[in-house]
């Protein structure tokens, strides 16, 4: 996991907004080409020639999508670029470019502000985009992060939700469920810390867990693979809200069906032992858990031998055609209709 500093805290009045900007925006490194001007005047002005333009922004809210009581700032910054590079990502694109806009209360010292940029930074550097501006100002409550990615991609290489046919195969990436369990992990242990402010939180049998749901990565390396295994998905989309609403959508747009098979869901081993602990149910939490920032796809049945047995892809299930509806085939052979519990569903129960 990232570092934290511990420091002594500089008020941002003290410091104002152009000298934080400046502060805040030094260091920045530009890897592109395209990237002609970065921060520093009006707009940023970007260079891109016979190439599709990406452009994709989220926005994350203190006490709605984190809670800063277990989400370090630095992993924050991280995961804000992350969640916005996943989209560029499940496009079938290159991502080259964000701005970064930040409201802050002035309960946030300056060196709160340098962990956020600080994992800004590192995923800039490590997913190799130019950070090339946004805005900052004050709020009256909390912190509120707004990326905004801009990535490339050649016309014929864009890959959109609705192009899944029938019989073609779904394939999934990595593993799913983790991240959900992470939080819930991290909740359990708040609410320990609550009660008895000296207990020590032991989380070593979680690892995984945590870190899938404080430093997601979003899956850059399968855009490469794909390319490189020269198969194009027939549809894409990235799983932020958990893979049966995700399939859903993928379903919906393609005006198509599928069959998806419970035994062929990708878990992690500290998923299964951590959902018998919780006395949950693995499928459940992949189906309907959130953030795993994984890419689910679908490609036709020819490309099929060109990503068998890659450790990376697992085959899931397949289309089929619209009136054959939706379902998941469980280990006993039930078929059960996908429903769409995404993420926020499960926060309300
Ligand atoms: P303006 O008055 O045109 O909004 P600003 O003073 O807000 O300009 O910003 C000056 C420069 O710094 C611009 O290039 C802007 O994109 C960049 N910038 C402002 N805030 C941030 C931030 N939080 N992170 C990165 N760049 C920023
Ligand atoms: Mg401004």
Redesign the pocket.
């Known amino acids: 996991m990232l570092e934290n500093k511990n420091q002594s805290q500089t008020t941002l009045s003290d410091l104002g907004?152009?000298k934080?900007?400046e502060h805040?925006?030094n260091q920045i490194k530009i890897h592109h080409k395209s990237t002609i001007k970065?921060?520093?005047?009006?707009?940023?002005v970007l260079e891109i020639k016979n190439k599709q333009i990406l452009v994709t922004t989220d926005l994350l809210v203190e006490g709605v999508h984190f809670d800063l009581s277990y989400m370090p700032l630095k992993h924050l910054g991280y995961k804000a670029v992350m969640v916005n590079l996943s989209d560029v990502y499940a496009m079938n694109g290159e991502a080259k470019q964000i701005?970064?806009?930040?409201a802050v209360s002035n309960r946030f010292p300056l060196e709160a502000l340098e962990e956020l940029?600080a994992g800004i930074h590192l995923a800039c550097a490590t997913y190799q985009v130019d950070?090339?501006?946004?805005?900052?100002t004050s709020s009256t409550k909390g912190i509120l992060i707004s990326i905004t990615a801009i990535g490339e991609a050649n016309k014929e290489d864009i890959v959109y939700r609705d192009g899944a046919k029938p019989s073609d195969l779904l394939v999934v990436t990595g593993d799913l469920g983790a991240a959900y369990l992470g939080l819930q992990v991290l909740e359990r242990e708040k609410q320990v810390f609550e009660v008895n402010p000296n207990s020590q939180p032991d989380l070593e049998n979680y690892t995984y867990l945590i870190e899938r749901h404080l430093k997601p990565e979003a899956r850059k390396d399968v855009v490469k693979l794909l390319k490189d295994l020269k198969v194009k998905p027939t549809s894409m989309i990235d799983i932020s809200d958990g893979l049966s609403s995700e399939i859903l959508h993928l379903c919906r747009q393609s005006k198509v069906g599928c069959n998806l098979y419970e035994d062929k869901i990708p878990l992690d081993q500290q998923v299964i032992t951590t959902c018998e602990e919780f006395n949950m149910d693995s499928t459940t939490i992949a189906l309907s858990g959130g953030e795993d920032y994984e890419l689910l796809f679908t490609i036709s049945q020819d490309d099929y031998p060109k990503i068998k047995g890659n450790p990376n892809l697992t085959v899931i299930g397949h289309i089929t055609e619209k009136e054959e509806g939706k379902y998941l085939i469980t280990r006993g052979n039930q078929k059960i209709e996908l429903t769409a519990q995404g993420w926020n569903a499960m926060k309300e129960e």
């Open positions: 907004e152009f934080l900007i805040l925006t970065g921060v520093g005047d009006d707009c940023a701005t970064v806009s930040i940029y950070l090339v501006g946004g805005d900052t």
